[in-house]
Each structure stands twice: as structure tokens, then as C-alpha cells.
């Protein structure tokens, strides 16, 4: 669609009837007039006196935070834009649609601006007035009469775009300005896609807080991005609610989420925590160690949490003795067979072991009283209580419902043959079990190398003796790489809230990746969840991503390939080459264009290509590590690619990727992975042949 100038025809909310000669002037004067508004907010609020309306020193630093966080919020980015969408509607929104009704003007932008009177300058992206910015089109114009886009240079309004979406003679066109923000090069970490959303994606972003959601997408579907936004927008919509329960993003690894952090603040949003599950679940013991495939296999099998759960409950014993309670000159005694029906209710209510225990003393105590009453006394509370906490109710308790230490009981399974053959008959065969037992005895917790599976059982083993407690929503991205276990202990984060999954089935890069998310959601407890796809690529150039699914047949055959919506078709090279010389003047080619370069490599080759690009006087960043003007080379180990772009990635090396993984579908997998990464061109460079799935 060319970019346009176009009169318009109505302003903040009221009609316009004046001609306008210069509309990218007046624009321009709208974003100066509504900085000029964003800056008295945010000075209102540092303004603020809270001396005396604070009742103790608790509630003032309660209220300064949250003050903060209002000025942070407030903050005025001079090179992102403050708005980057118009819509001039027919009719006012909600208003008598009847002949001849004035309509109304909206600038969209990411957050809310009134002036001094309170009148709306910015109107926030996620609020419904601005809906039809993301999903009005000519064939259901939803009562837009122009919407308008604004193309910027810096922080600098350069260009604006018309669509008249009610006007039967106008045809509907590819926009050019959403074309040039979709392909403009990426320098830095990941940013928001507010003035690029497309219809799918919205639905996806605006759905609901009490469903979750299921994102299967390919490479540069824009999944990610989607779920962060859909945090934003149910922040938008539910904040007093999520700020009582929380928000979490869970994302593969540190680097990946570095790349992602500066998404949600730009948005205005500086309360959503981020976390990998390595992060979640080591809260008792320090990770050290590390399994080989087969034994991550087996513990990350869902089978596992009913193995922990028969030894937790194996504590458990029926009593054989009765308690005798003293209490002044009277004895009372609840016989054993009352006490066995006491613990066989508990057991029969299914309750956290925890919680059982912690009831057991107050059971025991009650049938006490029955008896003081029965006897003609007339206990309260206070000797229910003083029974329950009296030493033969406690020794009682103890033998009967001992309680159990998460650490220990996994350390005792995972060291002692006997104890695991107990437990784990009928769900793991012998040779599964042989796989998981520690060759060397440990001898304490701390003395232990746990691995990071080790950590997910523990996890689950706390779980059942204390319930984890749930948070609002959660966003879990990548989750294709997710054992069974771990989709274990999200679920236990959001159990009684809800979570958006992102991920890629083509990209399931372990041992143990997700066969389908229909098996994933029920992991992680969400069987009611439901599953979008995403097909249409904004990031991957065409040649790219045609040549990368050439492998989906043989990783992934089930799954539609992704059709790439650039119009530029993006630079593609595969060059055979004799040495790493010619890998790093690959890379000073891609350094000649604007933008990040990523030279992607098999982890064993990283060293090499490093001494290789130190020898040429080429300085490179670490994966996650911010991308600057000066430094703008990235050298990133395959394994740790996923989920991150680049505008020109240098890949070296194909058939070393695949065999630096344990199996070859993994390894082309890692493959696939390696060569979606790029936003403007890729150059593959190779010595050896070319893997066979890729001729």
C-alpha cells in the first residue's frame, strides 16, 4: 500500500470540520502535545505527598513501591514510539449509530495519556476501543472509517499510511509501513510487536484469563511475542486480580530470557517475574550434577510422581497401640482400632500428606473430647487444643504419620535398590530402575550432585506432602523441550490459574520432547486447554524458511510448514569452504549490512571460531548479551539458539550440528533450529557434505 496523505476527519474524540493542509504536521503536533501530557502525568505522580496518608511504616513502603512503579511506568522512551496507530470511527463507540452522527478519533499507542482535564490523547492498545486496529478489514470494517499507520525513525513521526476500510471503492492492499516495521533490522533485545499484531494473533493475545491457551507455532510465527503480549493485555484487564496472585514467564534457559526482559517494561509492565524451571525447582538443594539421556529419560517420565508418591505414603502405618491421655485425675483412651479408622479417612481424602499429618493430632484430640463429653464434662477449643499438642497424642502422631523429608525420600530412592524395587513395581522395570540409581552411595543432601531432573522430583515430592502455591497466569515458551516431570511442577504453579504454552514441535531438541500438546496440556493439567496454530512467518525471509522445511518430513511430518508473509524474499547462500577463514569472512560480509549478525556453530566448534574471529580482530558477544553499534557479532553455541534472531546469521558447520546431538532427529531438529534464526539472510558455510534431508 503506498503511504498516503490524507485529511481527517475527526480529532480526540470531537468532530472536525476544518481542512487541514498538512496532515504530517499535525500528527507530528499530536505527539509532541501528548509527550507534553505523558511528562504532567508523570510529574503528578512524583508529586505526590504520602506523609499523611500512610497509618505505619509498612503501608508508607508499600505505597512508595508502588509509586515507583507508576513512575517507571510513566517513563517516555524517545525512540519508541508514544502512538503508531489511528482510527477515525463512523460513529462514536457505544453511541446511537443514527444518520448523520459524528464520529470519533483514537490514536493507539502502548500506554494510556490524558491531559490536564482528563481527556484521552493515547489510547491504550489493549483497550477494546482499539480492537479494530488489529482485526478491522474490508470486508468487516467494524465502523472504522480510516485507520491510519504511522512509520517512525527514532522516536521521530516520518511517514503515516490510510486504509479507508468503509469505503467500497477503495481495494484492499498490503501495507508497506507494516511491512517495513515487520523487516526492520533487529539491533538489541527482542522488542514488542504492539503496531504489528495481526488478526490471528490478537484473538490469541485478547482471549480470556480463565482458559489457557496452546500456541503451536513455527519459526518466526511470532509466538513468543504473542504470549508476552497476552500477559500485558490480561495485566490490562485483570490487574487487581493477577497483582493478588502473580504472573511468571518461564522461558528455556538465562540468555533466552535476557533476550526477552525489556518486552513486558516497555509495555509499561514491571511486575512479571521471569524464570527458567531450573529456577523453580532448586529451592532445596544446589544442582551440580548431570544425567546422561537415559537416566533424564526415566526420571522426567510422568510415571515417576507415582513412584514418589507410594514412598511418601509409605511412611504411613496403622497403629497398633492405643493412646492414653491423661488429664488432671482422668485417663482417656482411644483404642487402636478408632485410631486406624481416623487414619484411614485422612488417607481417603486424598490431602497433601502435610496437611493430613497436621489434621491427625486435632482427630485424635476430638475423640478425646467425645469422650469427656460423654462422661458428663463439658470441654472447649482450648482442651481440644492442649489435647492435640500433648506428648502422647505427638507420639502417637509421629509413629503413625511421621514426617517426611522431600530431599531425603528422593536421595533414599535414587540410592537405595530396595527401596526403589518397593515402590516403583509395576511402573519402571528393572533396567529403567538400574538407569536411575546412583553408582557411588551419598551420604547426606548436601554431599549430593543433584542433576536438574533430580531437582523436578524433589519438586514433586514437596508437593505432596505441601501443596505449591498457584499464581494468576503463567507463560511457558519453548515448552516443547519439557519432560513430563517438569510440565509437573508448571502445572503445580498455576493450578488454580490459568497458562499460555508456545511452542514448536519441529523444535523439540530432547531426548524426551513433546510428542503432541493434547499429551503436554494433560502433564501440565490443562485438558481443557485449547491449541492455536500459527502458520503465517513475519520474521524467517521466504528462501529461508523453504529451505529449512525441507526437514520437517523427517522431524516433524505432521506439521504444516510455515508460509513466509515477507514480500522480501531475503539473501541465502550455502558455500562450501576449506577452512574457518573463510566462516569469518563470512561473517564480515553479513557485518556490512545494518543490523546483528549471528554466527551459529555446533557447540565442540565454538572454541576454534572464536580464536578464529579473535585472530581477524573481530569482537563478538555471548548469546543474551545486549548487541551494540560497536559490537554487533554474536558466536552462539547450537544448543543455545533457540528462541533467538538475528538479521544475517552465519551457520557453519550443518552435519556438525547433527552430530553433536545424541540422535540424528534431534540432531536435524538442532538443525532446524539453526537455520530459522535469521530476519534479513543466512549463509551456510560447510566443509563436509551437507546432511542428505537438506538435498
Known amino acids: 500500500m503506498p503511504v498516503t496523505h490524507v485529511t481527517p476527519q475527526a480529532f480526540g474524540g470531537t468532530p472536525l470540520s476544518t481542512p487541514v493542509d498538512d496532515p504530517l504536521s499535525r500528527e507530528r503536533s499530536h505527539l509532541a502535545a501528548s509527550r507534553t501530557a505523558l511528562r504532567a502525568m508523570r510529574e503528578d505522580v512524583e508529586s505526590l505527598d504520602i506523609s499523611d496518608v500512610t497509618a505505619n511504616w509498612v503501608n508508607a513502603e508499600v505505597l512508595a513501591r508502588q509509586i515507583e512503579e507508576r513512575i517507571k511506568a510513566l517513563a517516555d522512551l524517545s525512540d519508541t514510539p508514544l502512538f503508531f496507530g489511528r482510527l477515525d470511527y463512523l460513529h462514536a463507540p457505544g453511541a446511537d449509530r443514527a444518520e448523520g452522527a459524528e464520529g470519533e478519533r483514537f490514536y493507539i499507542g502502548r500506554r494510556h495519556v490524558h491531559d490536564a482535564d482528563g481527556d484521552p490523547m493515547v489510547i491504550d492498545w489493549r483497550a477494546p476501543v482499539s480492537q479494530p486496529f488489529y482485526r478491522a478489514s474490508k470486508k468487516d470494517p467494524m465502523d472504522v472509517a480510516l485507520r491510519r499507520r504511522f512509520g517512525y525513525t527514532g522516536g521521530d513521526l516520518t511517514a503515516y499510511e490510510d486504509e479507508h476500510l468503509s469505503d467500497p471503492a477503495e481495494a484492499a492492499r498490503t501495507s508497506r509501513l507494516l511491512q517495513q516495521e515487520i523487516e526492520r533490522p533487529r539491533v538489541g533485545p527482542m522488542r514488542d510487536i504492539v503496531a504489528t499484531i495481526q488478526p490471528e494473533q490478537d484473538e490469541i493475545v485478547r482471549s480470556g484469563l480463565g482458559g489457557t491457551v496452546c500456541v503451536q507455532g513455527g519459526p518466526g510465527t ?12 490480561l495485566l490490562y484487564a485483570h490487574r487487581e486480580r493477577l497483582a493478588r496472585t502473580g504472573t511468571l514467564v518461564i522461558g528455556p534457559n538465562r540468555s533466552f530470557l535476557r533476550y526477552i526482559e525489556q518486552v513486558l517494561p516497555a509495555l509499561g509492565e514491571l511486575t512479571v517475574r521471569q524464570a527458567t524451571v531450573d529456577d523453580l525447582v532448586a529451592r532445596d538443594v544446589e544442582v ?32 497398633t497401640e492405643p493412646v492414653v491421655v491423661v488429664r488432671g485425675s482422668r485417663r482417656w483412651r482411644v483404642p487402636a482400632y478408632e485410631l486406624e479408622a481416623i487414619v484411614r479417612e485422612l488417607l481417603e481424602r486424598d490431602i497433601r500428606y502435610g496437611a493430613a499429618r497436621e489434621a491427625l493430632p486435632q482427630r485424635v484430640a476430638h475423640a478425646v473430647l467425645v469422650q469427656m463429653e460423654r462422661s458428663g464434662e463439658a470441654p472447649d477449643d482450648r482442651v481440644q487444643d492442649a489435647v492435640a499438642r ?12 511421621p514426617p517426611v523429608d522431600p530431599a531425603k525420600l528422593v536421595l533414599r530412592l535414587l540410592t537405595d535398590a530396595d527401596f526403589l524395587a518397593e515402590h516403583a513395581e509395576g511402573l519402571l522395570s528393572e533396567d529403567e530402575r538400574k538407569t536411575i540409581l546412583w553408582a557411588k552411595p551419598v551420604r547426606s ?13 524433589i519438586d514433586e515430592a514437596r508437593d505432596i506432602v505441601e501443596r505449591t502455591p498457584s499464581l494468576g497466569h503463567v507463560v511457558l515458551d519453548e515448552a516443547q523441550d519439557l519432560s513430563p516431570m517438569q510440565y509437573r511442577a508448571v502445572g503445580r504453579r498455576c493450578s488454580t490459574g490459568s497458562a499460555t504454552v508456545l511452542g514448536d514441535l519441529a523444535q523439540g531438541t530432547t531426548p524426551w520432547a513433546t510428542r503432541s500438546w493434547d499429551e503436554a496440556l494433560a502433564h501440565l493439567g490443562k485438558t481443557d486447554g485449547v491449541i492455536e496454530e500459527l502458520t503465517a512467518g513475519f520474521r524467517v525471509p521466504t528462501d529461508v524458511i523453504t529451505y529449512a522445511s525441507r526437514l520437517l518430513p523427517h522431524i516433524a511430518p505432521g506439521l504444516t510448514p510455515v508460509a513466509s508473509v515477507r514480500e522480501n524474499p531475503g539473501f541465502f547462500d550455502v558455500r562450501r569452504v576449506t577452512d574457518t577463514a573463510e566462516v569469518v569472512a563470512a561473517c564480515e560480509e553479513s557485518l556490512r549490512n545494518e543490523g546483528s549478525t549471528g554466527l551459529i556453530a555446533a557447540d565442540a566448534r565454538v572454541p576454534a571460531l572464536a580464536e578464529a574471529l579473535a585472530a581477524a580482530g573481530i569482537a563478538h558477544l555471548a548469546p543474551g548479551e545486549e548487541t551494540t553499534a560497536e559490537t554487533r557479532l554474536t558466536l552462539v553455541p547450537a544448543s543455545l539458539a533457540k528462541g533467538l534472531e ?18 540424528e532427529r534431534t540432531g536435524l531438529r538442532r538443525l532446524y533450529v539453526a537455520l530459522t534464526r535469521a530476519v534479513s539472510g543466512l549463509t551456510v558455510t560447510h566443509t563436509a557434505p551437507l546432511p542428505p534431508q537438506l538435498k
Not at 288 to 317: P, S
Not at 390 to 401: D, I, L
Open 222 to 233: 511470532g509466538k513468543t511475542a504473542v504470549g508476552l503480549h497476552r500477559v500485558a493485555y
Open 288 to 319: 551440580r550434577g548431570t544425567d546422561d539421556a537415559a537416566a533424564a529419560v526415566v526420571k522426567g517420565d510422568a510415571r515417576m510422581a507415582q513412584v514418589l508418591r507410594r514412598a511418601v505414603y509409605a511412611h504411613v502405618t496403622m497403629p
Open 390 to 401: 500433648g506428648s502422647a497424642v505427638k507420639a502417637a502422631v509421629k509413629a503413625v504419620w
Open 445 to 457: 543432601v548436601k554431599s549430593a550432585r543433584w542433576s536438574p531432573a533430580d531437582a523436578v522430583l
Open 646 to 663: 538475528y538479521d544475517y546469521v552465519v551457520l557453519d558447520e550443518p552435519q556438525a550440528v547433527v552430530d553433536g546431538e545424541p540422535d
